[in-house]
Each structure stands twice: as structure tokens, then as C-alpha cells.
């Protein structure tokens, strides 16, 4: 089964090399990874314990970052070392200052995974929610390097619970502590005969309630919308539009800010509209406007305290993107149908403080209902309630850390 992974890995590598001529995301993953073991520093003398934390892309950092930068607080002396898969999080995070070094991922061959090891010399490694790599989990338990996954979802229907998924379980087996965020998802784990497991939540609820108190000025003045729609694609776009027109709502002002917000996507977005717009970056916050455009990212998770209402796009795709971040504002939010695969949308949905729309009357329908007081008082504070019932993750996992140190 080995060889055939490792096949599989070259075979990924190959597609990826071959696809870049047509995908820049793949012309990034290549020219990021070339000649990794030159560009690769090694911890210097002195700096203790090495943490080593792996994240696929963007959102799986969000996860991760209160627990690296609460190591970094415990252990000030320590060295951190912060990898990624895709480039859509190390384009954006390259720079991060709360890591020693950031770096792509290499392709997950043995040889590789061994260099790679040999390099950092790790004395904790922790993978954010998924992206298993069995020969760097296969090496770091031959090292018997402490190993943890945090953040962890699990479903029925991945393969470590089907019948043909041992290769599946046997890289669960190689960390040292599972943290779900679930108690559903530890019953799945325990289900396999895997005892090192617990709840701790998302340490991304730490996050979002570390950044709603941020207090830092802006750089260009923001706008008191009635409503914000983060993170949208097209499809997302085409529902609002609607909403964006409809004479009852005509009093209303929004900011939208695109998933991708490159100049082609923002130009047609602002020819659709046929109110008074503005891109954010040219706003001077005297221009009378009704819609607000942002065109630059980086923004989104400070721009939600502008609002009282929340839309949170990619519902109509591969599924909504953080939800998490209105709600640490305590804005009721809505979004499309694809929402079952994410854990706090489902709670917001439960709990009456989330609402998931197919189309743009269901839309108009929600936020006409949000318009009465004690349905947007209720929605707010289910939000809110589920936040604070969540948060504590990091800490619960820096114990942890603190407590195996100590040994």
C-alpha cells in the first residue's frame, strides 16, 4: 500500500507540473516547493521546544493561529516553523510574523518527508483539521515526535469508517491526541478503538472574539451598511442583486466584498448595479453611496462590525465560507444551501440565528423578517450564545502542550 501512495504522490506531483502552464495556483505550488532544502532553515541553537504546524490553506491557519501564537506566549523562546499546502494561504500569510519561517509544504514522498524532518527537527508537530500526509505522520511517529490534530470534523462517510479505509485509520493512529470539535466526531474516532481523543471546539471561536475587539483605525473610513455580504462568488451575487433592487428594501446600504475581488470581477459586479456604488478603495467617506464594493482583501473580518446584517457567500458552490466572524459581531447571518458540511452554520441554523436561502425571494423573505426587533434580538443572541458556549479551545489544547512538556 506504501508504494502505491507514493506512486499516487508522483502521479499528483506530475498533474500539478503539467497543469501549469493553465492554472496559476499550479505554477505557484511548483515554483514554491523548488529547491526547498536550500531555502529551509533549521532552528538555531538554543531555541527550545521546535513546534512544526501544518495547515492546508487560509482558513485552516484561522484554526491554528491562536494556538501557534499561544505557544509562542508559553514558550518565548521557542522556534516555530509553519507550513502550507495550497497556495491560496501561503500567497496570503508568506509574510506572517508570528512564525520563524513559513514555508510550502514539500510533495509528501518518503524521501522528502525524511529531509524535511531531518531539517526542523520538531519537537511538536500539529496538523489543523485534515490534510493527512501518511509518510510525514509514518516518520514522525518513528521519531515518536508528539504528534496532535486539532480542529478535527469527522463524518460517517470519510474513509477511516468504511470497511476498505485501514490506510485511513492507520494515519489517525499516528497522532498522539486528537482534539474534535465535536462530540459527535470523537464518538467517530472512538468508534475506530482510538482512545486519544477529546472535545476542545474550534479554535477559530478564540479567534473571531479576539478580532471583534480589535480597536486599530481604519484606513479608510467604513461605511453603516444595513447588511454585508463577505466572501461571495457569482452565484452568490446573483441572489443579492435582486434584494440590492427591490424598492422595499431601497433605503437599505450594503457592502459586498468578493471571494476573489480582481479588477474583471468587480468591474462586472458594479456594471449589474443600478444604485449609487463606490470601489472601497476610493471611497472617501463623504461620497453619498448605497452600495460598497471592497475591492482589496484582507478586510472582511473587520468591515462585519459595520453592519447589522450578514451574508456569507460560497453557499451556492463548494460550501459557505467563515460564518464565524459576523457572528462574533452578534449579526444574524444568511447564506445558500450548501451549509450541512460545516458545523457552526448548522448550530446558527438550529439555534434561529442563521437562515439558508435558495434564491433571492427567500432572501427577501428573511430580511423582512430580520427588520422586526425581536426577531433580530433573537438572532443575535443565538449567535452570540453559541460562541461563548465554544470558546476556550486554545487554551484547552496549550494545556495540554504545557502538561506534556512538563513531563
Not at 531555541?47 to 491562536?66: C, D, I, N, T, Y
Request: aromatic share 12%; glycine share 6%; proline share 7%.
Amino acid at each position: 500500500m506504501r508504494l502505491l501512495y507514493e506512486a499516487a504522490i508522483r502521479l499528483m506531483v506530475a498533474v500539478i507540473w503539467m497543469a501549469q502552464p493553465f492554472s496559476p495556483k499550479a505554477r505557484l505550488w511548483m515554483r514554491g516547493r523548488r529547491n526547498w532544502r536550500n531555502r529551509l532553515p533549521s532552528p538555531p541553537a538554543g531555541r527550545h521546544p521546535v513546534l512544526w504546524m501544518h495547515v492546508a490553506s487560509l482558513g485552516e491557519f484561522e484554526q491554528g493561529r491562536p494556538v501557534l501564537e499561544g505557544f509562542r506566549q508559553q514558550y518565548p523562546a521557542g522556534w516555530v516553523a509553519l507550513s502550507f499546502f495550497s497556495p491560496s494561504g501561503y500567497e496570503v500569510r508568506k509574510n506572517y510574523p508570528g512564525a520563524d519561517v513559513v514555508c510550502y509544504l514539500p510533495a509528501d514522498t518518503l524521501h522528502q518527508a525524511r529531509d524535511f524532518l531531518d531539517r526542523l527537527q520538531p519537537d511538536l508537530a500539529i496538523f489543523v483539521k485534515y490534510d493527512f500526509w501518511a509518510n510525514y505522520l509514518w516518520e514522525l511517529r518513528q521519531r515518536r515526535i508528539p504528534t496532535l490534530l486539532i480542529a478535527a470534523l469527522f463524518r460517517p462517510e470519510q474513509p477511516f469508517f468504511r470497511l476498505w479505509g485501514g490506510f485511513w485509520r492507520q494515519m489517525l493512529g499516528c497522532f498522539t491526541h486528537i482534539f474534535t470539535q465535536n462530540t459527535a466526531s470523537e464518538a467517530l474516532v472512538r468508534s475506530l478503538g482510538l482512545t486519544a481523543v477529546s472535545t476542545a471546539g474550534d479554535p477559530r471561536v478564540d479567534r473571531v472574539l479576539q478580532l471583534a475587539q480589535d480597536s486599530s483605525p481604519w484606513e479608510h473610513p467604513p461605511l453603516k451598511a444595513d447588511i454585508i455580504a463577505g466572501s461571495t462568488w457569482p452565484a452568490d451575487e446573483d441572489v443579492l442583486l435582486p434584494a440590492i433592487h427591490h424598492p422595499a428594501l431601497a433605503q437599505w446600504r450594503w457592502i459586498i466584498a468578493p471571494h476573489e475581488p480582481s479588477p474583471q470581477h468587480v468591474r462586472r459586479l458594479a456594471q449589474r448595479l443600478q444604485r449609487r456604488w463606490a470601489y472601497y478603495s476610493e471611497w472617501d467617506g463623504q461620497q453619498a453611496v448605497d452600495v460598497l464594493i471592497v475591492d482589496s482583501v484582507g478586510l472582511l473580518g473587520r468591515l462585519y462590525r459595520c453592519a447589522r446584517i450578514a451574508y456569507v457567500g460560497g453557499g451556492f458552490g463548494r460550501g459557505i465560507h467563515n460564518t464565524l466572524e459576523p457572528a462574533a459581531y452578534g449579526l444574524p447571518i444568511l447564506f445558500g444551501p450548501k451549509y450541512a458540511r460545516f458545523e457552526e452554520a448548522r448550530q446558527f441554523v438550529q439555534r434561529g440565528g442563521a437562515w439558508p436561502v435558495r434564491h433571492s425571494e427567500e432572501l427577501l423573505a428573511a430580511l423582512q423578517r430580520l427588520q422586526r426587533p425581536e426577531d433580530y434580538r433573537h438572532a443575535s443572541r443565538a449567535v452570540q450564545q453559541f460562541l461563548s458556549e465554544n470558546k476556550g479551545a486554545s487554551a484547552q489544547i496549550l494545556r495540554f502542550v504545557g502538561a506534556f512538556f512538563s513531563r
